[in-house]
């Protein structure tokens, strides 16, 4: 039942050609997202909606995660940032694309997330993503600089900090605009300068902390 329907999800995004990266689909053929989701959702894993999964949080429905993915063109080696663990799905789609010679740091601030995200990774059998409990809207400095960023939450603006910590050359996705809606905007740095491109209007949960929208940090 499961895997008809993951099927399904699958024949839609390239019948449309909403996913162009191959790489990307082989991501969400690999990784089970039922293993992501709270017991209670695994029946409707493979559904195209975000599911709750605590704290008022969500895991993205899997359209949305897929192009977010597609427009972060991850190569394999790549080093990853990632704000927002939540489920930790994404951050598994993540390490299946970044490869054996890439990395993945995932950033989460909610401390039962972080233990929710480890233990799915876990149960998953994967073992190369790095799951920190921090305030992701001010990066991860430590790693600096990543090839990639993706953000999972909404900003009010793109946090220099973030633009900081991108190599030159590097892509950023995140979703910009207020609680109520925001609109997806893809950035690629050059020459110091980030180019940005809008992907279109979405609604995701406020990134809090330091340059959230929420600035009630849990930290
Ligand atoms: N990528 C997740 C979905 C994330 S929902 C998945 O695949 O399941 C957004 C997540 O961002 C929530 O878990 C929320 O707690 C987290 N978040 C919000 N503000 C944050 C911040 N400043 N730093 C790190 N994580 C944050």
Same mark, same amino acid.
């Given at each position: 039942?499961?895997?008809?329907?993951?099927?399904? @999800?699958?024949?839609?995004?390239?019948?449309?050609?909403?996913?162009?990266?191959?790489?990307?689909?082989?991501?969400?053929?690999?990784?089970? /997202?039922?293993?992501?989701?709270?017991?209670?959702?695994?029946?409707?894993?493979?559904?195209?909606? $975000?599911?709750?999964?605590?704290?008022?949080?969500?895991?993205?429905? $899997?359209?949305?995660?897929?192009?977010?993915?597609?427009?972060?063109?991850? /190569? $394999? #080696?790549?080093?990853?940032?990632?704000?927002?663990?939540?489920?930790?799905?994404?951050?598994?789609?993540?390490?299946?694309?970044?490869?054996?010679?890439?990395?993945?740091?995932?950033?989460?601030?909610? $401390?039962?997330?972080? /233990?929710?995200?480890?233990?799915?990774? &876990?149960?998953?059998?994967?073992? &190369?993503?790095?799951?920190?409990?921090?305030?992701?809207?001010?990066?991860?400095?430590?790693?600096?600089?990543?090839?990639?960023?993706?953000?999972?939450?909404?900003?009010?603006?793109?946090?220099?900090? @973030?633009?900081?910590?991108?190599?030159?050359?590097?892509?950023?996705?995140?979703?910009?605009?207020?609680?109520?809606?925001?609109?997806?905007?893809?950035?690629? &740095?050059?020459?110091?300068?980030?180019?940005?491109?809008?992907?279109? #209007?979405?609604?995701?949960?406020?990134? /809090?902390?330091?340059?959230?929208?929420?600035?009630?940090?849990?930290?």
């Amino acid at each position: 039942m499961l895997e008809r329907e993951k099927l399904r @999800l699958l024949e839609l995004w390239e019948s449309q050609r909403l996913v162009k990266d191959r790489h990307v689909l082989e991501a969400f053929r690999k990784i089970p /997202r039922e293993m992501f989701v709270p017991k209670e959702f695994k029946d409707d894993a493979y559904r195209d909606e $975000p599911l709750p999964i605590s704290a008022g949080q969500t895991i993205s429905q $899997p359209s949305t995660v897929m192009l977010m993915l597609d427009a972060l063109e991850v /190569r $394999p #080696g790549n080093k990853v940032l990632e704000i927002g663990a939540g489920s930790g799905y994404n951050a598994a789609l993540l390490s299946f694309l970044v490869g054996s010679k890439g990395k993945v740091i995932s950033t989460e601030i909610i $401390p039962a997330l972080v /233990r929710f995200a480890k233990s799915n990774l &876990k149960k998953a059998g994967i073992k &190369k993503v790095t799951v920190i409990q921090t305030d992701g809207s001010k990066g991860h400095a430590k790693e600096a600089p990543y090839d990639r960023i993706i953000c999972t939450a909404a900003a009010p603006v793109i946090p220099q900090v @973030l633009i900081d910590q991108l190599k030159e050359g590097g892509i950023i996705i995140i979703p910009v605009g207020g609680a109520w809606g925001q609109t997806m905007i893809r950035g690629r &740095k050059i020459k110091g300068q980030l180019e940005t491109e809008d992907l279109g #209007g979405y609604l995701f949960v406020p990134l /809090r902390g330091r340059f959230g929208i929420d600035s009630r940090a849990t930290e």
